[in-house]
């Protein structure tokens, strides 16, 4: 059984085309050709899925179906599942139950197992109408050698990386395997999972160390396809010596969502790969009653009932229920998750939308209650996940730190994120005592008029003499023009020098960006 972040039904398209982010109507995929089990009706071509395949609209379908090679029979499915899995477990998140105990497990392409997957990782999963899972698919969207890369924040798990040609960003939301982000180096080889955002920057949500690599390789959408030559986000690749697989008339084109493989060799820093192998990937068919979750980047907006989440067109109405927010919050850039069936058009038809935070929430403080998964701290659960890193950094110096370890009034800094109704830890470290406190995280509650608000669902008090309010760029401000700008859904970072209790007045109250 597998747990994904996300709740059944939902898919994450990566952005096609190059140069994401414009504004003005979404863009017109190019009619697509070839693969089996082809439906009636028009057929669009959309961008990359999570766990490694291509997406297509087609109206002529009801539900979906996935192309497994041109001119394959394909693999019907009820339902497609597709995210970041986040558990090993009987229980999906919002209730769902996938049982994937007779599924085909296909990882980077070869016959596997659920052994074979890590939380955090990008998987798609087709199962039926009940939720007995067909068919379980991972592929790394890059593995290779790190060619640059700057910390931003290490305790908000921060970072700005190049892995083979491919621009990476990692935040509080990433699951890093055999490494912290402070760790990461110039010519370390990683394997990373992730969705791309709206100016095609792989968002990593799974960051592996490996020790070597026998090839590289990435996946993505060919642009500017030439003889023997064309681009993969900011990867140059050239393929005349390489074997091709599964294409239509053995001839790659511009919008192909394509695996490319190479000794590593063959790569020239920073961005040149004479490859050995260029595969297109599945595709998975979208029908037009299909119900789907779209969780994704909006790359490219009208307005906030037109807009695209990773390439697949999205309408809203009346009827949407919005959460975390309303149409006037949605532009570019925005993390959303859609739930809704696709019309007669293709174009999803959100009847929830859910605006998802991508800021990090973070903590510094006393160990108040220690659960079943669970720490709690400055009144904040965090919920603690098979990857989550822990670390002492106590002149105890528990090597390695477990939950067992940690005890009711130990200090501890905590970074996580928002997930759903929970807050999910990414990384806990044990430090020696101190006596200062830190809140870091999402405006859920604010009274204007009381000067008063609450963090993470914790309610602070404040004072407008001993407070100190700042904004963003630590400019001071008044009590009145601080409260004035604050709207629920902001990041503030609450700060006391002497710490005793979340209901003491805090020392300073920060707005907080990325």
Same mark, same amino acid.
């Given at each position: 059984?597998?747990?994904?972040?996300?709740?059944?039904?939902?898919?994450?398209? *990566?952005?096609?085309?190059?140069?994401?982010?414009?504004?003005?109507?979404?863009?017109?995929?190019?009619?697509?050709?070839?693969?089996?089990?082809? /439906?009636?009706?028009?057929?669009?071509?959309?961008? &990359?899925?999570?766990?490694?395949?291509?997406?297509?609209?087609?109206?002529?379908?009801?539900?979906?179906?996935?192309?497994?090679?041109?001119?394959?029979?394909?693999?019907?499915?009820?339902?497609?599942?597709?995210?970041?899995?986040?558990?090993?477990?009987?229980?999906?998140?919002?209730?769902?139950?996938?049982?994937? %105990?007779?599924?085909?497990?296909?990882?980077?392409? =070869?016959?596997?197992?659920?052994?074979?997957?890590?939380?955090?990782?990008?998987?798609?999963?087709?199962?039926?109408?009940?939720?007995?899972?067909?068919?379980?698919?991972?592929?790394?969207?890059?593995?290779?050698?790190?060619? =640059?890369?700057?910390?931003?924040?290490?305790?908000?798990?921060?970072?700005?990386?190049?892995?083979?040609?491919?621009?990476?960003?990692?935040?509080? $939301?990433?699951?890093?395997?055999?490494?912290?982000?402070?760790?990461? *180096?110039?010519?370390?080889?990683?394997?990373?999972?992730?969705?791309?955002?709206?100016?095609?920057?792989?968002?990593?949500?799974?960051?592996?160390?490996?020790?070597?690599?026998?090839?590289?390789?990435?996946?993505?959408?060919?642009?500017?396809?030439?003889?023997?030559?064309?681009?993969?986000?900011?990867?140059?690749?050239?393929?005349?010596?390489?074997?091709?697989?599964?294409?239509?008339?053995?001839?790659?084109?511009? /919008?192909?969502?394509?695996?490319?493989?190479?000794?590593?060799?063959?790569?020239?820093?920073?961005?040149?790969?004479?490859? $050995?192998?260029?595969?297109?990937?599945?595709?998975? !068919?979208?029908?037009?009653?299909?119900?789907? !979750?779209?969780?994704?980047?909006?790359?490219?907006?009208?307005?906030?009932?037109?807009?695209?989440?990773?390439?697949?067109?999205?309408?809203? @109405?009346?009827?949407?229920?919005? !959460? %975390?927010?309303?149409?006037?919050? &949605?532009? &570019?850039?925005?993390?959303?998750?859609?739930?809704?069936?696709?019309?007669?058009?293709?174009?999803?038809?959100? @009847?929830?939308?859910?605006?998802?935070?991508?800021?990090?929430?973070?903590?510094?403080?006393?160990?108040?209650?220690?659960?079943?998964?669970?720490?709690?701290?400055?009144?904040?659960?965090?919920?603690?996940?098979? =990857?989550?890193?822990?670390?002492?950094?106590?002149?105890?110096?528990?090597?390695?730190?477990?939950?067992?370890?940690?005890?009711?009034?130990?200090?501890?800094?905590?970074?996580?994120?928002?997930?759903?109704?929970?807050?999910?830890?990414? !990384?806990?470290?044990?430090?020696?005592?101190?006596?200062?406190?830190?809140?870091?995280?999402?405006?859920?509650?604010?009274?204007? *008029?009381?000067?008063?608000?609450?963090?993470?669902?914790?309610?602070?008090?404040?004072? *407008?003499?001993?407070?100190?309010?700042?904004?963003? %760029?630590?400019?001071?401000?008044?009590?009145?023009?601080?409260?004035?700008?604050?709207?629920?859904?902001?990041?503030?970072?609450?700060?006391?020098?002497?710490?005793?209790?979340?209901?003491?007045?805090?020392?300073? &109250?920060?707005?907080?960006?990325?």
């Amino acid at each position: 059984m597998l747990k994904f972040l996300t709740v059944t039904l939902f898919f994450t398209l *990566a952005a096609c085309g190059g140069g994401g982010g414009s504004s003005g109507s979404p863009p017109t995929p190019p009619p697509t050709g070839g693969g089996g089990g082809s /439906g009636s009706g028009t057929v669009t071509a959309g961008g &990359l899925l999570s766990g490694g395949a291509g997406v297509l609209i087609d109206t002529g379908l009801s539900g979906f179906q996935l192309d497994v090679a041109v001119g394959g029979t394909g693999l019907s499915a009820g339902r497609a599942t597709a995210g970041d899995v986040q558990d090993f477990s009987s229980i999906i998140a919002n209730g769902v139950t996938l049982d994937t %105990n007779g599924a085909d497990f296909q990882i980077e392409g =070869q016959t596997g197992t659920q052994d074979d997957l890590r939380q955090g990782q990008q998987v798609l999963v087709l199962t039926d109408s009940s939720d007995v899972a067909l068919r379980v698919d991972y592929r790394a969207n890059v593995k290779g050698p790190v060619t =640059q890369f700057i910390l931003l924040d290490p305790m908000l798990g921060r970072a700005s990386l190049s892995v083979l040609g491919q621009a990476v960003t990692t935040d509080a $939301t990433t699951t890093f395997d055999g490494i912290d982000v402070g760790n990461i *180096a110039v010519g370390d080889l990683l394997e990373l999972s992730g969705t791309l955002d709206d100016a095609n920057v792989l968002q990593a949500s799974y960051v592996e160390l490996k020790t070597s690599l026998s090839e590289y390789k990435a996946i993505g959408v060919a642009q500017n396809v030439a003889a023997t030559t064309f681009t993969l986000n900011g990867l140059t690749v050239d393929y005349a010596n390489a074997a091709l697989q599964d294409f239509d008339n053995m001839t790659i084109s511009n /919008g192909d969502v394509v695996e490319v493989r190479g000794l590593p060799a063959s790569f020239t820093t920073p961005d040149q790969f004479a490859v $050995t192998d260029v595969e297109r990937l599945p595709r998975l !068919r979208i029908g037009e009653t299909a119900f789907a !979750r779209v969780e994704g980047f909006i790359d490219s907006f009208i307005d906030g009932t037109e807009f695209t989440v990773q390439t697949t067109p999205v309408t809203t @109405n009346a009827s949407t229920l919005f !959460r %975390n927010g309303d149409a006037s919050h &949605l532009g &570019l850039g925005v993390k959303v998750q859609i739930e809704g069936s696709a019309n007669g058009s293709g174009v999803v038809v959100a @009847n929830q939308l859910t605006i998802q935070p991508t800021q990090s929430v973070r903590l510094e403080g006393n160990v108040e209650n220690v659960g079943s998964g669970t720490v709690q701290v400055l009144g904040v659960t965090m919920v603690i996940r098979p =990857q989550t890193q822990l670390e002492d950094d106590s002149s105890t110096g528990a090597d390695p730190l477990t939950l067992a370890d940690l005890s009711i009034g130990d200090e501890v800094e905590v970074r996580g994120y928002v997930d759903a109704d929970v807050i999910a830890a990414t !990384r806990l470290e044990r430090e020696d005592d101190e006596d200062r406190a830190r809140l870091r995280g999402p405006v859920t509650a604010v009274d204007t *008029a009381a000067q008063t608000l609450s963090i993470a669902g914790v309610s602070l008090a404040t004072d *407008a003499v001993s407070t100190e309010f700042e904004d963003e %760029n630590d400019n001071p401000l008044s009590a009145a023009a601080f409260f004035a700008g604050l709207s629920v859904g902001d990041f503030v970072q609450a700060r006391w020098d002497v710490f005793t209790a979340t209901s003491v007045v805090v020392d300073s &109250l920060e707005y907080e960006d990325d």
